[in-house]
C-alpha cells in the first residue's frame, strides 16, 4: 500500500494551511506547505539579487536549497525565515518564479520527500493535479476573495505587519489570475477533487469535514 496522502489545493488566502495543519495534527501525519518552497526560492533569490527572468540560475537555486522544516518553523541555511517568506513582496515574487517549469520540475522530488509513513497532508495548487496525482484524498478549498482578503489582514495583523483590506483584495485577484492562467500547473478545480467552499464555515466545520471525506475514502 503507498503512504496516503490527502492533497488540499486552492487559491492564495483560501485557508489552506490553516487547515492542512490542524488534519495533519489530528491524524498524527506529516505535512507539507509547498508554497512555503516556492516562497523559499523567492527569498534565496531577493537575498542573492538573481535575475528574476533567469529560469535556468532560479531552477538551480531551488535544487540546491537548503532548507529544514522541523520544531513548526523553517529554516534556509541555519536562519529562522518563518515571518520573511510571508510577506506580500515575498508571495508575489513566488507565484511569479511558480510559473516557471524548470523551477517546478527542480522542486518536485523535495515534495515527493514529504511523504512518509504514516501520511502526509499537503497543501498548494497543484498537489492533487501534478505532485501526488495518486492521492488519496483531493480537496479544492475555497472562499470569495473579499472573505480571503480579510482572512490574510487578520493573519497579518495578528503577526504584527501592516496591510489593508483593499490592497490585499488586489494583491488576491492579482495572484489567483497569474496562478489560474499560467501554462504549467495552472490553479484548477480538478474533476477528481471535492470541492469546499469555505466562506460561510468556521475552522471546526472545515476541519470536520475534511476528517468525514477522509474516513469515508480510506
Ligand atoms: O500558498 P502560498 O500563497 O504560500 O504560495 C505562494 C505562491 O507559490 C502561490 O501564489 C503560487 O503561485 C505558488 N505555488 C504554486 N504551487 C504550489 C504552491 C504554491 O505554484 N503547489
Redesign the pocket.
Known sequence: HPVPVIAI?GP??SG??TIAQRVANELNYHYL???????LVALKAMQCHTDLTDQTTLATMATQLDVVFAAGTVRLEGTIVADA?RTEQC??L???I??YPPV?DALLSR?HAFRLPPGLVT?????GSV?FPDATLKIFLTASAEVRAERRYKQLKEKGISATIPDLLQDIQK?DA??RN?SV?P?QQNSDARILDTTSLSVIQVLNKVIAWYTEVC
Open positions: 489545493d492564495s488566502a489552506k494551511g506547505d509547498s508554497g512555503a518552497l516556492y516562497r517568506i508571495g508575489i513566488a507565484s511569479k511558480a510559473a517546478r515534495q497543501d498548494g495548487r497543484d498537489m505532485v495572484r497569474r496562478d499560467r500547473a490553479l
